[in-house]
């Protein structure tokens, strides 16, 4: 009923409980939800100081990257298309229906898209200043 949406290596038995819990069908579907919703918490909690400690990185990398690139005018040009790139191919990787060479290194991925979250912000964030 539920599988799609639950975590990896969920093994079905609170699905066999909500379904033979009995109470009403509305039950059963808010206690579905509060699973769902407590497990993804719980994987948003996985590797939390990591995925903090990216963001602030991320962040700092486009403070310096926006200060040196901003020293000089004529590279304006050449590092925003380096930037897209970058950014662009920690996207393709981690949106690509999976592969075995990347599920290897999935998590390494996701600690780059949660760098690349904190270098977007950080540029945009710099592009106020004046």
Request: glycine share 10%.
């Amino acid at each position: 009923m539920f599988i799609g949406l639950l975590p990896r290596g969920w093994d079905g038995l609170l699905e066999v409980q909500l379904m033979t819990n009995g109470g009403t069908r509305l039950i059963r579907t808010l206690q579905a939800i509060q699973f769902k919703i407590v497990a993804r918490f719980k994987e948003l909690q996985k590797n939390l100081p990591v995925k903090l400690f990216s963001i602030l990185v991320g962040f700092y990398c486009a403070t310096a990257f926006a200060t040196v690139i901003g020293q000089t005018g004529d590279w304006d040009v050449l590092s925003a298309g380096f930037t897209v790139a970058v950014v662009e191919g920690i996207g393709a990787h981690m949106y690509k229906v999976s592969l075995p060479l990347v599920d290897n290194i999935r998590d390494f991925i996701i600690i780059f898209n949660y760098w690349k979250a904190g270098l977007s912000l950080g540029l945009f964030l710099d592009s106020f200043k004046y």
